[in-house]
């Protein structure tokens, strides 16, 4: 017994245990899903961090361990997000064909993201800080980050419901478009992208090139926007 | 494809010194991924090897987001004392935003056809 606890110690803080253990849980549920009945609502992505959620948990492995191993992953989503220009180019056209409707939208669409969380926030009668900082949970995580920071919100709860947000997200937007009979990848592909950055991003690549460029360029241009409009609204809203 | 990594990384690279030179609230990626997209666009063409790093890079982007999304393990206590509030606030205004931002951009989108046709119609009386 004690030689298994050795085991497990030495493992745990062996450089390669937690990222193989991803990328395992990854592949793993990639296989399962694959296999189930055709359920959109599941994804690997939301699995795998269920799952190593809990085995943090249960082995009271602490989050420093983790990340020190596994954020190389975390590493590349710098130059992952450097290469959606190669989608956004080889859809370029399309994007051009619609780049007046685009960009009419984009204002609209981070307006209606920030004011519906500022009057739900209301309603809910949640705390400042709580409010400030789900204000951009819309945009990408670094930019959220900084304008958590700048309108005096908490920047790492900031990037928590950036996270939580792409989590339900990507559980509710498939059938919530069908619902509303929007079909057009590029129109599905931009709601995605302004609502839900990176993580809707990386799910629309899944199901399209075009609506992940659509996607990619929608989290690109939502995130620089909200970066001027949230603080400035905060500033006259109080 | 080592070529075409360096050259994504040497974008990025340029994205961060861009960001951190002029104090941009705007994360240095992307600003790498608008120029890269300029670049290639007044290139007129992309290379077989930035294909497949791009694809290397973007077929599994999900992955890459799971150890951020552990982090949540972090707030677990702030989450659950606030659970029903916050849990109102996300899904309501997700679900808002993806639906109002889509069926405004599939209106626009529809709005030259919609005007033409009324347009024709006038005409045609």
């Not at chain 1, 694959?34 to 948990?57: C, E, G, H, Q, S």
């Not at chain 1, 249960?58 to 954020?71: K, L, M, R, W």
Request: charged fraction near 10%; include cysteine; glycine fraction near 8%.
């Amino acid at each position: 017994m004690n030689n298994l606890i050795d085991l497990w110690g030495y493992l745990r803080e062996t450089p390669l245990f937690w990222l193989t253990l991803t990328l395992l849980t990854y592949q793993a549920s990639a296989w399962v899903i694959k296999r189930l009945p055709d359920w959109p609502v599941l994804n690997p992505f939301l699995a795998t961090t269920m799952i190593l959620v809990a085995v943090l948990l249960i082995t009271d492995t602490p989050y420093e361990t983790y990340i020190a191993q596994a954020g190389m992953l975390q590493f590349l989503l710098g130059p992952a997000t450097v290469a959606l220009a190669i989608p956004m180019y080889r859809n370029v056209t399309k994007l051009k064909q619609m780049l007046v409707p685009l960009l009419v939208c984009l204002p609209i669409g981070s307006l209606i993201a920030i004011s519906s969380v500022y009057a739900l926030g209301h309603l809910t009668k949640l705390s400042q800080a709580m409010q400030l900082s789900l204000l951009p949970k819309s945009v990408t995580t670094p930019i959220a980050m900084g304008i958590a920071e700048q309108i005096n919100g908490l920047p790492a709860l900031a990037a928590v419901f950036v996270l939580l947000t792409g989590m339900v997200g990507t559980l509710i937007a498939a059938p919530l478009l069908d619902f509303f009979r929007v079909h057009d990848l590029r129109v599905r592909g931009f709601a995605v992208g302004l609502s839900l950055h990176g993580i809707g991003t990386a799910r629309m690549l899944q199901i399209s090139q075009e609506a992940g460029a659509f996607s990619g360029l929608a989290m690109a241009l939502n995130g620089s926007l909200s970066a001027v409009l949230i603080p400035l609204i905060v500033y006259f809203l109080g | 494809m080592i070529g075409a990594l360096t050259l994504i990384f040497c974008f990025q690279l340029l994205g961060e010194t861009i960001s951190h030179l002029f104090g941009l609230p705007i994360p240095g990626p992307v600003i790498g991924m608008l120029l890269l997209f300029a670049w290639l666009s007044l290139r007129g063409q992309l290379s077989e090897g930035l294909e497949r790093a791009s694809s290397g890079l973007l077929d599994n982007l999900t992955l890459l987001f799971v150890p951020a999304g552990v982090g949540l393990i972090l707030y677990i206590d702030q989450l659950r004392e606030h659970w029903l509030g916050i849990a109102i606030v996300l899904i309501l205004s997700t679900a808002i935003t993806i639906v109002g931002t889509a069926l405004t951009l599939q209106f626009l989108q529809r709005l030259p056809v919609l005007l033409n046709h009324k347009r024709r119609e006038e005409a045609h009386e």
